[in-house]
């Protein structure tokens, strides 16, 4: 891997550097949201959030995020499309929800312009890929300097990722694409699909794993079968309760579970799950698909509980392990 070739002129800057990977794998990094995530961001920084509608005109909504746990957005749109050859899109910073904030809102100086076009291309050369991006518009001085930081240390942490061939999926991946409906979840668990099956449908482990740490879980109804009911209570540390329940529409272990899931608190918005385990080489990969009735309900559920469902994940994780070693 060649060292990062940097340039800045008039408030523009171009990186160029070699990975030792095929252009495909590069590619894939860069436009697959379960990728991207695993080096978006300067180094000590994690990209819990990745929402990306990859097609021409499609936006996207990207989050970075300190070790102190300050979030930093950004959105944009793609404005041209090359596979595997070239990706163009606008870069601003944004709030929560996408829209469009000025530099300001993060401490950045004010001369910072609302959007910066960026270019990346991607060209085989000697069994790798030469990659080169240019990013136009970021005033000169400290914050040219802190831009190319943040990305030389975002293309390190890349050049890791290529290293490895595939993503990272024993981490929680959310995906949450703009303008669709759905919330996907995976995670790769170093266990057999009939344990972890087994430990999903195990009522009195439930309570270990459900929700965020800080509410207690208690199963009111389990009937599992198709067209059975469950019932979940959720209690605070003011003993305030929050039910949901649901319905049961295909149970068949361990390789699938299709239920609904409606939030008592706002009833009527119901939601239908599929969760499916695929064996991975004796490990199992576990893909959760949410469907909402409406994309606006899905929003709803990632600005209210997107650190819950990944936390709920990552105990899950933790839970499927101890049973492993038990």
Request: proline content about 6%; overall charge negative.
């Amino acid at each position: 891997m060649a060292e990062a070739i940097l340039t800045g002129e008039k408030a523009k800057f171009t990186i160029t550097r070699t990975f030792d990977a095929p252009r495909d794998l590069v590619w894939k990094a860069w436009t697959r949201p379960e990728y991207f995530n695993q080096w978006w961001g300067p180094r000590t920084f994690t990209a819990p959030v990745v929402r990306t509608d990859f097609r021409v005109g499609g936006r996207y909504l990207w989050c970075m995020r300190s070790l102190e746990g300050k979030d930093f957005w950004s959105t944009g749109v793609f404005r041209e499309i090359v596979e595997p050859a070239k990706i163009a899109y606008t870069d601003a910073f944004s709030d929560a929800d996408g829209n469009v904030v000025p530099a300001s809102a993060y401490g950045m100086s004010e001369d910072w312009p609302q959007e910066l076009p960026v270019t990346v291309t991607f060209e085989e050369h000697e069994g790798g890929t030469l990659m080169t991006l240019q990013e136009d518009g970021v005033p000169e001085g400290e914050m040219l300097d802190m831009a190319r930081a943040g990305w030389n240390e975002s293309l390190d942490k890349l050049a890791r990722v290529l290293e490895k061939g595939e993503v990272d999926m024993t981490k929680t991946n959310l995906t949450a694409e703009p303008g669709k409906q759905e919330i996907v979840i995976t995670r790769v668990f170093d266990a057999t699909r009939d344990l972890v099956f087994g430990t999903y449908m195990d009522p009195e482990l439930i309570p270990r794993w459900w929700g965020p740490k800080d509410l207690t879980t208690t199963i009111e109804k389990m009937d599992a079968r198709p067209g059975g009911i469950w019932r979940f209570v959720q209690r605070d540390a003011e003993g305030n309760e929050y039910g949901f329940h649901g319905v049961f529409h295909d149970i068949a272990p361990p390789e699938r579970l299709i239920f609904t899931f409606e939030y008592e608190g706002i009833p009527g918005h119901v939601l239908l799950e599929t969760i499916t385990l695929e064996d991975v080489n004796g490990r199992t990969k576990m893909t959760d698909r949410a469907v909402f009735p409406t994309v606006e309900d899905r929003d709803g559920m990632l600005q209210s509980g997107e650190e819950g469902m990944t936390e709920t994940t990552d105990r899950f994780a933790e839970l499927v392990e101890e049973k492993k070693r038990t």
